[in-house]
């Protein structure tokens, strides 16, 4: 069963996300022990995106009250390896059964087997690494001096970096990061118990924080992503990096947010005088209602391509429209009627999608083999649908640039010395940006 689902959910996530892109995973072979700890950006997408792109069969650390009881608890157990942790904050009542789960992650590890736990202790979308609980050390602990520092247990560190975990057709990059020998850290001295366990905790807190894109101030955060709107096709070019590099673009990032460190330290004015006119710029880009992206490209025509792409492109994109329209609607109506924490949204329009998605192109599939003589070649319709969906999507998205872009420019032409002010401040902040970028490569050596 776990194959199974295993199979499905890979289905799924290569629907859901554009790209998916891991590096390292080399390092995880198909036996362990291995303890896997990430961070914890996405609720329920964090672990099956883990679970299904790596060889072992994985046994995940689960908060209990999402296992529940009865057959759920049963099932969860059963068919999804999952292993609970009772929290004291949420089921206090519960927590005298911790000792048997830490007994049961020992037994794991001492046969070879791979368990996944995401130590920060909870699910927050911020791109921020949490400190981390000392549980996962705790455990490890216990395994090696059970088997006199010879268990071999490796606790591996995964960043997951999403473009955004909550947004369909979204990418994701998963960053393996270099395994941490548990034994190391450990004697048998039960004295020294308490400052090993801490000294573990925080080697896997920066092993996440070099393989997450960890941000530590929500006024980065902020900044970086308006840096990236602006200028990071500009440098990606100026780097010959190809747009599709998600890992030269996550290096990129985390090169971009210790730059804004580094000039908020050193050069605390020059950082402050370029914020704000960088949120000045944004700030008049939203008062208008467009973004830096369209104003960039307000001048550009359509080509002969563009327009043999949308005269050809339009039957496929009518029947990717009406062969996905119906099971889209239903999903987006049920999305838009449960109420969820931030963390969990991304989540559940995954769960939602696949179950009504699979559902709609079976009972297609199925009406098509039984009501048609085309018997085998019905098959095909769910490739044929799915393709053209995605086809749907381009195509839209593409119209409505186009539309937006002819929309703008009449616009613009209606507001004065607008489009030039804006393109020049737009200029201006590319140049600083240059300039910063020289002197911060110049620091670094």
């Not at 500009?234 to 890992?247: A, I, M, N």
Request: with cysteine; hydrophobic share 40%.
């Amino acid at each position: 069963m776990y194959k199974v689902l295993k199979f499905i959910v890979r289905i799924s996530l290569f629907v859901y996300f554009r790209k998916i892109k891991i590096v390292g995973k080399e390092k995880i072979k198909k036996r362990g022990p291995y303890i896997l700890i990430a961070n914890h950006p996405s609720a329920f997408t964090d672990p099956i995106a883990i679970a299904v792109h790596i060889k072992p069969t994985i046994y995940f650390l689960a908060a209990g009250e999402y296992m529940g009881k009865g057959l759920k608890y049963w099932f969860m157990k059963r068919y999804f390896n999952m292993i609970p942790i009772y929290r004291p904050d949420t089921m206090p009542d519960d927590t005298d059964k911790n000792a048997g789960i830490f007994d049961k992650c020992i037994e794991h590890l001492n046969t070879g087997r791979s368990i996944l736990v995401f130590p920060e202790g909870k699910s927050s979308p911020e791109k921020q690494i949490i400190p981390l609980k000392t549980g996962v050390a705790r455990i490890v602990r216990a395994t090696e001096l059970a088997t006199d520092m010879k268990a071999g247990v490796q606790i591996i560190p995964i960043g997951l970096n999403y473009s955004d975990p909550h947004k369909f057709r979204s990418d994701l990059y998963m960053n393996v990061g270099e395994p941490i020998k548990a034994a190391d850290f450990f004697t048998t001295d039960p004295n020294k118990e308490k400052d090993e366990v801490l000294a573990l905790t925080n080697a896997m807190e920066e092993a996440l924080i070099n393989s997450a894109l960890h941000i530590d101030s929500d006024e980065h955060v902020d900044l970086l992503s308006k840096v990236n709107e602006t200028y990071m096709r500009d440098l990606k070019s100026e780097l010959g990096v190809k747009f599709t590099d998600q890992q030269s673009e996550f290096k990129l990032n985390k090169l971009t947010v210790e730059a804004f460190s580094f000039f908020q330290k050193e050069f605390p004015e020059e950082y402050d005088q370029m914020k704000a006119e960088i949120d000045e710029y944004f700030d008049q880009l939203s008062d208008h209602g467009f973004k830096d992206r369209e104003l960039r490209k307000v001048d550009e025509r359509m080509g002969v391509l563009q327009y043999i792409f949308f005269i050809l492109g339009a039957p496929f994109f009518l029947l990717g429209f009406l062969g996905n329209i119906l099971p889209y609607q239903i999903s987006r109506l049920i999305q838009m009627q449960i109420k969820v924490k931030e963390a969990f949204r991304g989540s559940i329009i995954l769960a939602i999608g696949m179950v009504i998605f699979l559902g709609w192109y079976g009972a297609c599939t199925a009406a098509l083999w039984l009501m048609t003589p085309l018997s085998y070649f019905s098959l095909f319709l769910p490739l044929v649908l799915y393709w053209s969906g995605i086809f749907a999507l381009i195509y839209r998205k593409a119209a409505y640039y186009r539309i937006k872009r002819n929309r703008l420019r009449k616009y613009l032409a209606s507001k004065g010395n607008l489009k030039k002010e804006l393109l020049d401040k737009r200029a201006a902040l590319i140049s600083k940006f240059e300039a910063f970028r020289t002197r911060f490569d110049e620091s670094r050596g």
